[in-house]
């Protein structure tokens, strides 16, 4: 089963693939879509939406795992976040891709066995889950290599079925 993980944003769209088969990962690929901050926001959501469609052809995954948006304090970055969300999972959709959601905490405990960890420690468990040499940059591609690692945990999960 081949999973696209995305940490989502409007900056900076983390993205990570992997490949997961009897209990074990293997990285397809990796990277990010970063939209300037002077361009205007319309422009920057066309940019996600393209780069996204560009991602889900040349990689071709069986799935998408998103993180849940929570904000307690911004809600305009929230917003903006949120936008930037919808036109992912449109491309998603658009696309054919089945569609997975899951919370900070549900991705933390997926990856080092405990929902409150650190964020270097969820970071160092990709790493070390993915056999790669250093964590990868920026964190946003990091984070969703992480959610890909937690949907991978969560679809073969018998409470999922």
Known sequence: MRILGIDPGYA??????????????????YGAIT?????????RLSVIYDDMCEIIEKYKPDRLSIEKLYFNT?????????????VIVL?????????????????????TGYGRA?????MEMVKNLLDLKAIPKP???????????CDGHYSDSLLRR
Request: zero cysteines; aromatic letters at 8%.
């Open 12 to 29: 900076i769209v983390g993205y990570g693939v992997v490949d997961y088969a009897k209990n074990r990962f293997s990285v397809a690929g």
């Open 35 to 43: 939209t300037k901050a002077k361009t205007p926001f319309p422009e």
């Open 74 to 86: 911004n809600s305009t970055t929230a917003i903006d976040v949120a936008h930037a969300r919808g």
């Open 91 to 111: 491309a998603a959709r658009h696309k054919g891709v089945d569609i997975f959601e899951y919370t900070p905490l549900q991705v933390k405990q997926a990856v």
């Open 118 to 122: 650190e964020k270097h420690q969820v």
């Open 139 to 149: 964190d946003d591609t990091a984070d969703a290599l992480a959610i890909a690692i």
